[in-house]
């Protein structure tokens, strides 16, 4: 029963604030439009903005010396049109310009991230910085999360190398001039990927791998030429596995289409991430058939890379399977059919069998300490599976 | 003095994936895999034909496989945790569906049968040892708690007296059957054992794994005899022969080492296949020469012979 009520009270809400959201952007556009519809002389459009807690308006509480909001302390700020400055007239826009975008996000049932927002006309909102702000903004104003608003998260995956991407023909992004990590595009229907001289493509389970590699410059000087790194942090979402995909769609009608590898940890996540990117997850069933990279191979780490990078440097990089590890195997050979026995991956399986036998497991980090560092265990193995 | 062991065939592609472990009796070699299903082989013709196929015998594969000697009784172990009994009629293998159904949920990683069949002995994955009796309907006649650290592999002395478990914390534990005495370790090893085989004798206990080193202890005082060195990595399998002779051991580079017991010296290596070798057997001698099987991640089961003069 108790857990029945807890059920009961996370999931009932949701409607509500959903209608609190539809009822707010009516009551507040409606205004809009009745405003606009008075003579301009009396017309005054603008939007009340709730302030979240900013450190001027937070105080230590002394019984607990938390930081905490002044209670009572309700900071508002109004945006008109056309306002007293040319940023109060740009911000009024960017509120009226976002709360459409939700409107349709909310009455579609779509979800649309704070990324894809930005991406909608990066030249207007100037910054992620602008959309993120906003957006948080207005789900405090109406007094609901972020999730309310059918606004998910920025994608999470990061991607280095040398491509470029158009929309309508503009250059939107430049990976091969960036200085900084870029954050994996939303891809619309009518972009073009530029891979130019891209041979390798590498799937990085790993965001610490990922960043080495791009300190070092990998991928422009690895030995199979020049190459994209991407890392979807873990577990991709979406975004990043679409990303790739398009890549992969680009290309695989060119002469000498780029290789696809995975490089993932030697133990049942590092299987079940790699296998997430190549066929697709459970929990998006119905995404896999255009989200999966057919042609991803593993590149590593396998028991048997481990094994001898660890008795090549002498470390004890090779950890012991955890009970859960054990059982997270025995679960992925019992229900994956990409692992089954008769499956598509019969060496996935193996490989999974011998850590079972062994007992151990490996992380990519492993091969850090090779002579040569991972990177040239990379160029060697890339190498090998030309 | 060196000896020279020629490959005398194969069956190759035995099974699609690597072979974990092979069990031998008087006329017959079984293999178990990463895949289902068992295979049965026969030494008696030099072909080495597939003479049955236990198909759908452990669904998630099989790691470990032991028979007893007359080849009446075998019992395999599968990823799953499922441990299966098989019996032998005539040379043909069926499940014996009323033992296996006894040893449910005998919570064991590496097994051994004795040499009648009647004893099966287990080692779990928290390090406890354990003894069934297979005809008082898989009693467990023992249960022997250690540190707890994983155990990879075990072995019954011949004679039935001494039970031995290897550990992956690198310790070796041996006790005798005869009385539920606490077992006594042995030192020697640091890292992970993997595998653990007594002499024809029981006098003696060979112990190698991620040491490389093959450690030979007196079973009577615990003392190490010999420390045999020569393979270059993880060492994964021992087999002693029939006389007690010589010792049998795969690594997982791939090479298989021949060992004079006399001479503590290394008398051959196979570097047939660069892929680990899991697992070796000396068949039974036979009049002919001493032969041996070798089974590994190239998926094949190999059989080698000694060379004679002629």
Partial sequence: MALNANILRTVIPQPDRQACVRAYIDNTLTDLVDQLSLPPTEAQPSIRIRRRATPANCTINRGSGALEAVPNLEVYRTYSWPGATAYESWKFTVIIRILAIIDQAVRSGQWVSKRDIYYIDPAYFRSQDTVDTVIDELAYTIGVDRGALNVEAAGKGLIAGAFALKRDSRLVLDAGFATQDTLVPRIQQNDEIDILATRWVLVIEKEAVFHRLVRNDYYNRAVAGQGILITGKGYPDIRTREFIRHLFDATCNDRRPPRFYALVDGDPHGVEIMSTYKYGSLAHVHDNASLSIPGLKWLGLKVSDAIIASEATGSDGILTLKPRDRKKILAMLRNSPVLANDGPEAEWRIELQRMLMLNIKAEIELMYELEGGLEMWIDRRMFRQE | ?310
């Fill in chain 2, 1 to 310: 003095m060196s000896r020279q062991y020629l490959a005398w065939g194969s069956a190759d592609n035995a099974h699609p994936v690597d072979i974990f472990s092979l069990a031998v009796t008087q006329k017959q070699v079984i293999s178990a895999s990463g895949a289902p299903s068992l295979k049965v082989h026969s030494t008696v013709d030099a072909d080495f034909p597939l003479v049955q196929s236990l198909d759908g015998a452990h669904a998630l594969g099989c790691h470990h496989v032991v028979t007893d000697v007359s080849g009446t009784r075998a019992v395999s172990a599968g990823f799953a945790g499922d441990v299966k009994v098989w019996s032998c009629q005539d040379g043909y293998w069926s499940a014996d569906a009323t033992a296996s159904a006894n040893l449910n949920d005998l919570n064991v990683w590496a097994v051994a049968l004795s040499e009648d069949g009647q004893y099966l002995a287990g080692v779990s994955q928290d390090g406890h040892i354990g003894v069934w009796d297979l005809n008082a309907d898989g009693a467990q006649i023992r249960d022997h708690e250690t540190k707890g650290s994983f155990g990879t592999c075990i072995d019954l002395s011949p004679d039935g007296r001494f039970i031995a478990s290897g550990h992956e914390n690198g310790a070796v534990y041996i006790f005798t059957t005869e009385h539920a005495r606490m077992p006594f370790s042995l030192s020697g090893l640091v890292k992970p054992v993997r595998a653990v085989a007594f002499s024809p004798g029981g006098k003696i206990l060979a112990a190698a794994g991620d040491s490389k080193v093959i450690v030979l202890y007196d079973t009577s005082s615990g003392e190490q005899i010999a420390n045999l060195s020569g393979h270059s990595a993880w060492v994964l399998s021992l087999s002693w022969s029939t006389t007690g002779e010589y010792l049998l051991s795969s690594s997982f580079d791939g090479k298989v080492k021949v060992w004079s017991i006399d001479t503590k010296t290394c008398v051959a290596t196979q570097s047939e296949t660069e892929k680990a070798v899991w697992s070796v057997k000396w068949l039974p001698k036979t009049a002919r020469s001493e032969a041996f099987t070798t089974g590994g991640a190239n998926r094949s089961v190999a059989f080698y012979r000694e060379a004679t003069g002629g």
